[in-house]
């Protein structure tokens, strides 16, 4: 069966990012200083450029994407729109299976949308060193690239077990100049905390954002970059969902129902964002953010306000949470594991404009595996957990005889994730739900504020 790939041109990358502030229809509730009351601009001036800052309290709709920026997103973009005819075969379903893939980004996946752009601010306003934090390690992988390309030195707090689960990765930041080192480290006084807590500490995002935060608020020549949460990281990857509406609108096709993989929220606000405008007019459209079941936040967090690192050195933000000392397990969709959500996606999840759903571990690699007989492209495990998803709906249209229309994004490769891969077919991977009491307890512990 014939592959049918949707392209665009480079004359169709957008030339603004789409701002869903300016269509949600409720103000997002703003962060608050440690003295539970709402923080202003100059509060992040140590950590951002003023640029950035800008762009996280706007509510103006569309914002222009510097041609620097543009230019530098044609080495990749527009990614291409595919119809996976041979995945519809397999399911024997009515329904269309689109996907949207990232993955030929150089990095591998959709995370350079946004650092091309946080590089180029921070370059334009004199700073010399980035520092930042990685999971999985496509978003360092992605400040390493753009901070070569932009002449910034970047540190990466790589999380400990990824840092050994994948060293590939952190060989490919390596390649592109980045230093990086396993967190918790003993150099800042974040992890030396976390270590006299645990030694054997196989960190979180929370811990690793703490020391990337601590490190660039302690130097005037270094910022921190953020990989996903926060407004102006979804702002920049409203660029998937853009090209994508571009590129249904070619073949006279508009989805019944988007999926995309969530750890803090960059994948869902990439697509879904700029499709929102429609839902919230009332188009029947359904936003489905997919989650590990071992890290439930939105399905079994708490809607509260909380900070975004483990040790409280950020501002507090109002969104579902498992805790800020919330210690995910070691699962291998390492990009996935986080205790909070993007405030935009959490309000509109609280609203009930964004639906949710927690998968296991083993059946988002049976869906990886699945897709990549089907379709041929090995998809990292984060991605798996949107595959699996859009699975079982084409799977009830098989049941229903639905021909619905579905689209979901695959974010990136999973080249760099093969041991993951192994221990699947060694039947090593386990499920696992993370314990009540343990959320119970997190939560006990959030700040009480608001």
């Keep these: 069966m014939q592959q049918t790939k949707i392209l665009l041109d480079e004359s169709e990358i957008p030339t603004h990012w789409y701002n869903v502030v300016a269509d949600m229809p409720n103000p997002p509730a703003p962060p608050l200083g440690p003295d539970g009351k709402p923080i202003g601009p100059d509060a992040l001036a140590a950590i951002f450029p003023m640029a950035l800052i800008e762009q996280e309290v706007s509510a103006e709709r569309w914002i222009p994407i510097p041609d620097e920026v543009r230019q530098f997103l044609t080495m990749w973009r527009p990614s291409p729109l595919f119809r996976a005819h041979r995945l519809e075969q397999m399911l024997g379903t009515p329904a269309k299976i689109f996907y949207k893939y990232e993955g030929i980004s150089p990095a591998g996946s959709h995370k350079p949308n946004t650092a091309v752009a946080q590089a180029y601010y921070n370059k334009q306003e004199g700073i010399k060193r980035l520092t930042t934090e990685t999971g999985a390690g496509q978003w360092g992988s992605s400040l390493a690239l753009v901070g070569n390309k932009f002449g910034l030195d970047v540190r990466v707090y790589m999380v400990k077990v990824s840092y050994e689960q994948k060293p590939f990765r952190r060989s490919m930041m390596q390649t592109w100049g980045a230093e990086v080192l396993p967190s918790p480290t003993n150099l800042t006084n974040s992890g030396r905390h976390i270590l006299a807590q645990d030694p054997d500490s196989q960190g979180s995002l929370g811990i690793a954002i703490s020391e990337a935060v601590e490190e660039a608020a302690s130097r005037d020549d270094t910022n921190y970059s953020l990989g996903s949460v926060l407004n102006h990281v979804l702002l920049h990857q409203t660029v998937i969902g853009l090209e994508t509406r571009k590129q249904l609108e070619k073949v006279g096709e508009y989805p019944d129902v988007i999926f995309a993989p969530c750890g803090g929220g960059s994948n869902v606000g990439g697509m879904m964002f700029p499709f929102f405008a429609d839902k919230a007019a009332g188009k029947d459209i359904r936003l489905v953010a997919v989650e590990p079941a071992s890290c439930p936040t939105l ?99 098989k049941e229903t005889g639905e021909a619905k229309t579905i689209l979901f994004t695959l974010s990136g490769h999973g080249h760099f994730d093969m041991a993951s891969y192994d221990k699947y077919f060694a039947g090593e991977l386990e499920d696992y739900d993370y314990p009540e009491q343990a959320i119970h307890d997190a939560l006990e512990r959030l700040p009480k504020v608001g």
Excluded: W
């Design 299 to 397: 399905t079994r967090g708490h809607y509260a306000y909380d900070f975004g690192d483990t040790e409280g050195l950020t501002p507090l933000m109002l969104m579902y949470t498992l805790g800020h000392d919330f210690m995910p397990p070691g699962i291998h969709a390492g990009g996935l594991r986080y205790h909070g959500d993007s405030p935009l996606v959490s309000q509109l999840y609280k609203e009930g404009y964004l639906e949710a759903q927690a998968v296991s571990q083993i059946a988002t690699f049976e869906a990886g595996v699945t897709f990549a007989r089907a379709e041929g492209i090995v998809a990292a495990p984060e991605s798996c957990h949107a595959i699996r998803a859009a699975m079982d709906e084409a799977l009830r249209c």
